[in-house]
Each structure stands twice: as structure tokens, then as C-alpha cells.
């Protein structure tokens, strides 16, 4: 089991920047491949960046491409996405996500979520 709380969501103003963190726990996170997802109003929950669960490898969602960056530090059982110029359009609530995939199956946790308004 694996629970995940983030934090370091609010309002900000078009341009700025936020640093979302999510903490984990359990002792097997640096086994699960870690995601920020973020659904906005009227819409459905889109990926916005993916870290690999050694850190080795990251993916993007093409929108935020060059102002967003996930990293992780397995030590301290945290993943952070850090989130410059941001725009009107990334507004809304981001999840994190933890998945591992193994021979006993698929395990995947979802945290409560944190809201992200952008103001322009």
C-alpha cells in the first residue's frame, strides 16, 4: 500500500512559478514509476510528466514541454514537479501518481489532489 499527499498548490499569476511535492509512503517507493496527472474543469484527467522509478528517465505532455520539470528523490520518498511560466491553461487540480507493474500484477495509488489556479 502506498499513500501519496501533495502540496504546494495555490494561485498564482500568469509568468510565475509553483513547486508541487508529493510525499510517499511505504518503503518500496523507489519501485513505482512516479506521474503528475491534472484535470481541469470540464475535462478529463490528462498526464502532464512521468519519472521512471530510478529516476533514469522522464516524459512530458507536449503542452508543458520546457517550463515543467519532475524529479524525484527516492531517499526522502518525495516527487516534485517544478512549474515555470506557467499559463492560464494550466489551471487545475494535479494528482500524483504512483504505478509498478510486476508479476503480481498492477499496483497503482492515487493522491487527493492539489488545486493550481493561474491567474492572467
Known amino acids: 500500500q502506498v499513500q501519496l499527499v501533495e502540496s504546494g498548490g495555490g494561485l498564482v499569476q500568469a509568468g510565475g512559478s509553483l513547486r508541487l511535492s508529493c510525499a510517499a509512503s511505504?518503503?518500496?517507493?523507489?519501485?513505482?514509476?512516479m506521474s503528475w496527472y491534472r484535470q481541469a474543469p470540464g475535462k478529463e484527467r490528462e498526464l502532464v510528466a512521468r519519472i521512471s522509478s530510478a529516476g533514469g528517465s522522464t516524459n512530458y505532455a507536449e503542452s508543458v514541454k520546457g517550463r515543467f520539470t519532475i524529479s524525484r528523490d527516492n531517499a526522502n520518498h518525495t516527487v516534485y514537479l517544478q512549474m515555470n511560466n506557467l499559463k492560464s491553461e494550466d489551471t487545475g487540480v494535479y494528482y500524483c501518481n504512483a504505478l509498478k507493474t510486476a508479476w503480481a500484477g498492477r499496483f497503482e495509488y492515487w493522491g487527493q489532489g492539489t488545486q493550481v489556479t493561474v491567474s492572467s
Open positions: 511505504g518503503r518500496t517507493f523507489s519501485n513505482y514509476a
